[in-house]
Each structure stands twice: as structure tokens, then as C-alpha cells.
């Protein structure tokens, strides 16, 4: 009789070991009693770093202070992608915990030959391997190159969570000190022997193509070295910063340009729900949800809310160095994804990619796609110009707010029914939104500015949203809340007027905000507390303890309302509702301006490995969530983009930074995940429900300005 077919699932290694086996691209054990870490993940203020040296310490059984790091580069590292998504510990994290656990046991039984001994009779302490009976050996004389010339094995076991020492502590960040004592640390601070300086020379907005230009002058400016023109690209290298500064601006006086089309209005309503190029799919179903349920009292709600385009505002433009010798080039930059940005990279050069190195160097400040790819080919373009001489290209203010990627604007409409005993029975939601992903590494193009401008331009890849459970557009609009009809419907518009790409949370920022906004208002329409509202609906143990642990630090009050002026309000989310758990409470004062006075949070990323990290993240994810949620706005004209500066986009100054608790939830038994992106739909719901609260006025459009609340107050 013959058997019935069954299939085995293929065994996977953890994170990004399962497409880096190599255990010699993660790991190398010193003759000198150190040990060199080596990812492909690269720390841009997320401290992660910090967190993967505590994870690789732990398994190998040696003080972190012994641990080396390699700046990340396509000469040696694991190719781990993109460094996004709060995926750092479960891609990056979870593969050096293996490697240095069967590290640990290739040592061990080396050790165990060499002494001889069995495995069982031998204990290490910081690299020491001892004999219960007496006698040892060290890691460094053990090691030699050959010991992790190797693929990963899959029977590796790592230590339990009871057994762990430096994992679950709070390591005082090593990226730090440099950054609080003034050291160089950034690539904006990089000076390598002779570096000369460039500058780019923009078009006035997006389409808009160079007609014509005399450069005799430019060339004749002090200190300028080359003048770089190829179709529409236009750049100057000089030997001194302020020189390039200088034959830029005069570049662009007597530059003159053929406009591109005209822009549409700046209204997300406008831009995104009046498309028909609209790809719409229905992305979550659940029950009946087309058929409104025939429930004696049901009451039926909607309300649509709005978020503008976003800028990342890195407070140091972006910045890049090229070094161009025999036909290669070597590449110090801070973008997130060197590997992709080297497949783009060779494209538009014509290069081999082994003939790139890209080096990653860390940037002042950014969580998602800025500028830090688009100036790095402008610093090989420039650099080509002068081979043998490393030329620094860095952007202007200018150059970051007009031409940088930006978040997509988006469009969400909610609608529900509430039956008699104020329960949700059915729950819509329809979303519109660009892409959330235009960098490089997409598919049939390159998405690198300058080589859309080139005379013999590149077309650009196709603009790309990642699909679910993770998301682009739609990250979080799946909500986790249990409703017995749903339907979550996506339109998405893959081209934009403006460049739109990832910014911290993508989708999840927006979506999330609807969805807890949302959850308040039809909270007063069933006369039912938010908090209870919220619990109620949700099966999910870890999400209530969140929501719990954060009413109680807030000394939340059931049905409490504010006085005209103060009022408090709470959102929630579990991230990619897969990932961490955040809930938070908002206090706001309201006059002339919304003023967060203060702020809870309560998260939960399962294992917490290094707590302090961690709680580092939420607080800045805090801040960061209520400025966008209050200030932050791109404005453009028919041309272009007009804001350019800090006067035009206004971020959270230190003043008006609100006091800030947060309590950690740890759990050593789960799975660790990333926490930096899971505040960022919930601090804005809870600052919108707070003015709610305050007010009894609703804001459903970011950013919560005096003039909307005004406006909100009036109708």
C-alpha cells in the first residue's frame, strides 16, 4: 500500500545566518584575547550595536570588553539587507547568538582533545576553559584560522534565558561616549589625507532639465579643482569646503533650466483618493463585513483622517566621501543598506561591484530612506572627476528638505457598528498612500537622484511597499483588535509627485493613528471608558497587560474629562502586529499652541536585552512621534518643494520636550524583537484623543496646529 506524502519543513538558520552561513563573515577569535564581531547591521542611533555585542559575550562566554567591532562593509560583512523595521535583533541578533554559541562549542571540543578530557568536565570563564580537576586552555590558543572556515551547523543549542548574565542588563552604550565628549564620529566629521570638497548644483524642482549654462567662470574661481556637468547632474569639486559652497551658488544664479510639469496641489484628499491609477486590494476579510449586521440599536460611525507629507530632518545633512584609484572606488557613507546601494551603485557606473567597496560610517541622525544614498553617488560622480584624490560631498540644508525622499502622505477612512451593548460588530477601513519604498535594491532601475539626471538617465526602479504581515502602506492597518466583521481595503498609488520612501514606521504611523482615534470616538458613542473600550475588544494577553501596566502608571480615571484646556488620551499598537507592544497615555495643555506636558508609555519586546536600550528607543520614539504629530509638514508650490529650512519645518525644540515615563515589561521566555518604530501611530493617537479630551473638539489631520484647532473649535 503506498504510503501518503508528507513534507518537512526545511530547517532554517536563525535571522540572517539562514543567507550568510558562513561562520568566518560573523566572527573571528583573536590570538590577542579579542574577539571581532562583524554585521551587516549598522547602528544609526538605535544602539544596537551595544545589544548584539551583549548577545555575542553571552554565548561565548567572555567579558564584552573583549569584543572588537568592524565598521560594516561589502569587502567582508554579512550581506543582512537594509538595517529598518526594528529587525536588527531578530535578523542580526539572532544569527551572531548561534554563530558564537556553536563557536563556543567548536572551542569547547578542541579543548576537550587537546586536555583529554570529555566535553562534560569543562567550565569557561571569559574565554578560560578549565578542567573541573584541574588544567586549561584559552580561546586564544585554541583558535586558529581555520576553526570557523565553515558553514553554520544546525544543532546548535543556545543558553537558556535563566542562564543569561549580560543579556537582560543594561551595558552602558559604546557608541555613546565619542558622540557626548566631542569626538569625530560621524561621516559629516570624516577627513582622509587630501580630501577635496563638492557640491551639487539642484534644478529648481522635480522634471525640470538643464538648457544651459556657461562654466568658463566657475572654473576660473579660486580653489576650484573640476566642474562636473553630464546632462542635468552639475557639480563642483574645490579644495576647500566653503570654495564649493561659493561656484555652487554661482552655478546656480547663471544655470538655466526647462521646468518640469507642474505640481498638484498639496492636499493628501487630493493627491491620493481622486487617483484612478489606484491599485486597491482588499488586504483583510473577516465574517460578513459588505452586509451591515441587522442588529436592533446598531449605530453606525465613519471618520477619515490624514496625514502630510514628512520629512526626516536629520539634523546633519547628508554626507559621503569617494575615493576613486585604477578604475575602482572606495565609498564612506551613511546609508542603511550597503549592499543594495552598491547594486544601484555598479548600474549606474558600469562597474562590477566588486569594484566598489562601500564602507558604512555612522551619519548624524536618521530612522528610514534620506538622502544618504542619492549624496553618495554624487560624491563618485564628483570624485571620477579627480581620480587618486578622496572627494566629501555633503548636502546643503536646501538640498535635504527639496530633494531627500519624504514619508507619502496618506488617507485613511474608518467606519463601524456599534450594536446595543456598545460592542464594534462591524469595522472598515480604507486607506490611500504612495509607496513606502523607494530604495535601492528595486527592481528594473535605480533609485539614486543624480542618475535621473545624467545625460543618458537611468529610469527609476519601480516604487516598491513590502508586503504584509510587515507592510508598507498598510503596515498596522489590519487592526488587533477582535471584531466579528471586518475589512480592511488598501489603495495604493506607487507614483508620487514628490519622492516618497520609508520613514520610521512607514504606514504604521498613520494607520495606527486612525485606528485608535477612531477606537475613542466610537468609545463616546457607546458611553464606555477608552481604556475599557480598548480592553474589551482585544483577546490578546500581552496587549492588555501593555494597556493595564500604562492606565495605572497614568493614574487613569474611567470616563475622565478635561477641563477646556488639559486633557489626557491613550493609543496603542502592537508593531507590524508582530512585533513589540507599545501603549502610551498623553497629557496635553492647550492655548496658543498644544503643549504634551507629559507622556506614559508601557512596552513589551519579549526578551529584553539590554533594558536601558530599550526604554532609550521608546523615549525617543516618544519625542520624535509628537513632533511629527504637532509640527511636522513638506510644503510645495507648482515648481517644487518650498520648504527649505528650519523656519519652514519646525521640529520639537528641547523646551517644549514633555516629561516622559516608561515602564518595561520584560519577558526573558519570548522571542526578542526591535523597539524603535512601535511608538509611532500610538504617541499620535494619544496626543489627538488627549485634545479630544481637552477640547471636545476632534483633529483628524496631522500635523495638530493652532490653526486646525482653531478651525476644529469653529465648525
Known amino acids: 500500500m503506498a504510503q501518503a506524502n508528507s513534507t518537512v519543513p526545511a530547517r532554517k538558520l536563525p535571522g540572517s545566518l539562514e543567507t550568510n552561513r558562513r561562520l568566518e563573515r560573523w566572527l573571528s577569535i583573536n590570538a590577542d584575547g579579542t574577539v571581532t564581531l562583524i554585521t551587516g547591521k549598522v547602528e544609526i542611533g538605535q544602539g544596537i550595536l551595544t545589544a548584539l555585542i551583549q548577545m555575542t559575550a553571552e554565548e561565548l562566554d567572555i567579558d564584552v570588553s573583549r569584543i572588537r567591532l568592524r565598521a560594516a562593509s561589502t569587502a567582508f560583512s554579512p550581506d543582512e539587507g537594509i538595517t529598518s523595521g526594528s529587525r536588527s535583533i531578530q535578523e542580526s541578533g539572532l544569527a551572531l547568538r548561534h554563530a558564537a554559541a556553536e563557536a563556543r562549542d567548536l572551542l569547547l571540543a578542541r579543548a576537550a582533545q587537546k586536555l583529554g578530557v570529555t566535553l562534560e568536565s569543562l567550565t569557561v570563564k571569559d574565554g578560560v576553559i578549565s578542567v573541573r580537576g584541574g588544567g586549561s586552555v584559552t580561546y586564544w590558543e585554541l583558535a586558529t584560522p581555520d576553526l570557523l572556515a565553515r558553514e553554520a551547523s544546525f544543532d546548535v543549542t543556545s543558553k537558556l534565558p535563566q542562564e543569561h548574565v549580560v543579556v ?85 544664479r547663471i544655470a538655466q533650466w526647462t521646468p518640469g510639469p507642474e505640481l498638484p496641489a498639496n492636499d493628501p484628499r487630493h493627491l491620493l483618493t481622486l487617483q484612478a491609477e489606484a491599485e486597491t486590494e482588499v488586504i483583510s476579510t473577516k465574517g460578513n463585513p459588505d452586509n451591515e449586521p441587522e442588529t436592533a440599536g446598531a449605530k453606525q460611525l465613519s471618520a477619515e483622517y490624514t496625514k502630510p507629507y514628512i520629512a526626516h530632518a536629520s539634523l546633519a545633512p547628508s554626507c559621503a566621501i569617494a575615493h576613486w584609484e585604477d578604475g575602482k572606488v572606495k565609498i564612506w557613507t551613511h546609508s542603511q543598506g550597503i549592499y543594495p546601494l552598491r547594486g544601484d551603485m555598479a548600474q549606474a557606473l558600469g562597474l562590477p561591484e566588486q569594484d566598489i567597496i562601500i564602507t558604512h560610517a555612522e551619519g548624524a541622525g536618521c530612522y528610514g530612506h534620506n538622502a544618504a544614498d542619492d549624496v553618495t553617488l554624487d560624491a563618485v560622480l564628483l570624485a571620477r572627476a579627480v581620480p587618486g584624490k578622496p572627494v566629501r560631498v555633503q548636502w546643503m540644508r536646501e538640498d535635504e528638505f527639496g530633494w531627500e525622499p519624504f514619508s507619502s502622505p496618506m488617507v485613511m477612512h474608518m467606519s463601524a457598528s456599534l450594536d446595543d451593548q456598545g460592542n464594534i460588530i462591524n ?28 545625460e543618458k538617465p537611468l529610469p527609476a526602479a519601480k516604487p516598491g511597499n513590502p508586503p504584509l504581515p510587515g507592510g508598507g502602506s498598510h503596515r498596522n492597518a489590519v487592526p488587533l483588535y477582535d471584531f466579528p466583521n471586518q475589512k480592511v481595503t488598501n489603495h495604493l498609488i506607487r507614483r508620487s509627485p514628490l519622492r516618497a520612501s520609508a520613514l520610521r514606521a512607514l504606514g504604521g504611523f498613520a494607520n495606527a493613528f486612525a485606528i485608535e482615534c477612531f477606537m475613542d470616538e466610537l468609545a463616546g458613542a457607546a458611553g464606555v471608558d477608552p481604556v475599557e473600550f480598548r480592553l474589551r475588544h482585544l483577546k490578546d494577553a500581552r496587549a492588555k497587560a501593555v494597556i493595564e501596566k500604562v492606565a495605572q502608571m497614568a493614574g487613569w480615571k474611567a470616563n475622565e474629562q478635561g477641563d477646556g484646556e488639559r486633557g489626557r488620551g491613550i493609543g496603542f499598537a502592537r508593531y507590524k502586529n508582530l512585533a513589540a507592544y507599545i501603549a502610551v497615555i498623553a497629557e496635553v495643555q492647550v492655548g496658543e499652541e498644544v503643549r504634551v506636558t507629559k507622556l506614559w508609555g508601557a512596552v513589551d519586546v519579549g526578551q529584553a536585552i539590554n533594558p536601558d536600550g530599550v526604554l532609550n528607543q521608546i523615549e525617543g520614539g516618544m519625542i520624535q512621534s509628537a513632533s511629527m504629530a504637532l509640527k511636522e509638514r513638506i510644503d510645495f508650490d507648482k515648481v517644487g518643494v518650498t520648504t527649505r529650512n528650519w523656519d519652514d519645518y519646525p521640529i520639537l525644540s528641547f523646551v517644549e520636550v514633555p516629561e516622559i515615563e516608561v515602564a518595561l515589561i520584560n519577558r526573558p521566555e519570548a522571542p526578542p524583537v526591535g523597539a524603535g518604530e512601535g511608538t509611532q501611530g500610538p504617541v499620535a493617537a494619544a496626543i489627538g484623543n488627549a485634545i479630544h479630551n481637552a477640547l471636545g473638539a476632534r483633529l483628524r489631520d496631522m500635523p495638530f496646529t493652532r490653526d486646525r484647532i482653531v478651525a476644529a473649535l469653529s465648525a
Open 168 to 252: 537582560g542588563t543594561s551595558l552602558e552604550r559604546v557608541d555613546i561616549p565619542n558622540k557626548v565628549t566631542g569626538k569625530p564620529s560621524f561621516v559629516q566629521d570624516m577627513q582622509l589625507p587630501g580630501t577635496l570638497h563638492g557640491r551639487i548644483c539642484r534644478p529648481p524642482g522635480p522634471g525640470a532639465t538643464l538648457k544651459a549654462i556657461d562654466l568658463k567662470e566657475v572654473r576660473q574661481m579660486p580653489g576650484v579643482v573640476a566642474v562636473v556637468r553630464d546632462g542635468s547632474f552639475l557639480g563642483v569639486v574645490a579644495e576647500r569646503e566653503e570654495q564649493a559652497i561659493r561656484a555652487e551658488r554661482r552655478m546656480a
Open 427 to 454: 469595522w472598515g477601513h480604507e486607506l490611500w498612500s504612495h509607496a513606502h519604498s523607494t530604495r535601492p535594491g528595486g527592481k528594473g532601475g535605480v533609485n539614486l537622484l543624480a542618475a535621473w539626471h545624467l
